[in-house]
């Protein structure tokens, strides 16, 4: 268990999921966070985390700190998210093993398990199929981020976990309609037509893919859940079961952000993975539940995005 005295390192503090990861554990009243600007310290330069890690000798490291995007991104930069990935986790696991720091929680991403994964997911299914080739690049690096989770605990029994959210969206997000996730994407697209009073939105390919959304607040509360108990295995789903279509989600963003106009479908892009549910029963069985439900999420983001427009 980790006490509000503990010293904690969270890596990417100032993203979507390291920023909602500062604002619970100052809530739960932990006063003693550590944490560096990428400016300030290039989690990419080994020499440099040995150093930081070696001064600062935290009691828990959360690392929040990745390169990331939606299919687009994976697709146009795929040694950048293999290999800046890889230097990111490596070098804070293989420093925090170093200097013997006990307790590190690492955070990846639903999209680690095969493409046409059996529904819904279980965290055994890892490494059994071929990953989706759209997003593989950023899968990857994950999945050697979980295994040297995995390596640590069986070397030398730490409490290291890795926690596997599904989609995530809320305040901080990425808006770029190129670069971002599908549903940050949308309320940008949404928001900009309906300003500019546009009559058409184009969406990317056909709008029948399923996907499992949960709030990052949610996997705050998650993480700060796994600071507090003792972890018996190496890697957990964690998911909201808030799952609808594509369409379904853009018919939602749509009545959100007050667009009136069309939406038109363009089979031509990728649709990318079909399905991708988490099966989170080991991890909620632990007596975590996600608290904010789809619908209420999206109103607070996009009320959230439109303050700082």
């Known amino acids: 268990m980790i006490s509000t005295s503990s010293k904690i390192y969270v890596a990417g503090h100032n993203g979507m999921v390291g920023s909602a990861t500062i604002r619970k554990l100052k809530k739960e009243g932990y006063k003693n966070l550590i944490f560096k600007t990428s400016k300030d310290l290039d989690l990419r330069n080994q020499s440099l985390v040995d150093r930081f890690i070696i001064q600062n000798k935290p009691d828990l490291i959360i690392n929040a700190a990745a390169i990331v995007g939606g299919i687009w991104a994976n697709n146009e930069y795929p040694f950048k998210f ?28 639903s999209c680690i398990y095969p493409r046409n994964a059996q529904q819904p997911i279980k965290e055994e299914y890892l490494l059994t199929s071929s990953l989706e080739s759209t997003n593989q690049w950023y899968s990857l690096a994950k999945i050697s981020g979980v295994k040297l989770i995995e390596a640590v605990r069986k070397v030398y029994g730490y409490n290291y976990v890795s926690l596997m959210p599904t989609n995530l969206y809320g305040p901080n997000d990425n808006f770029d309609p190129i670069t971002s996730h599908v549903l940050p994407g949308m309320i940008a697209k949404f928001h900009n037509a309906k300003i500019n009073n546009e009559k058409i939105v184009t969406l990317w390919g056909d709008g029948s893919p399923l996907r499992e959304f949960l709030h990052v607040d949610d996997l705050a509360n998650a993480i700060y859940f796994t600071t507090q108990n003792r972890m018996e295995n190496y890697l957990y789903n964690v998911g909201s079961n808030d799952e609808v279509s594509i369409n379904q989600l853009a018919e939602i963003i749509s009545e959100v952000t007050g667009y009136k106009g069309d939406i038109i479908w363009d089979p031509t892009y990728p649709n990318g993975t079909y399905r991708k549910k988490l099966d ?24 959230s995005y439109i303050k700082v427009k």
């Open 82 to 109: 293999l290999m800046e990935n890889m230097q990111i986790q490596n070098n804070l696991i293989n420093a925090a093993v170093n200097n013997k720091i006990e307790n590190f929680i690492f955070l990846g991403s």
């Open 280 to 303: 989170s029963s080991n991890f909620t069985s632990m007596g975590w539940e996600p608290k904010i439900k789809l619908y209420e999420g999206i109103r607070q983001v996009y009320f």
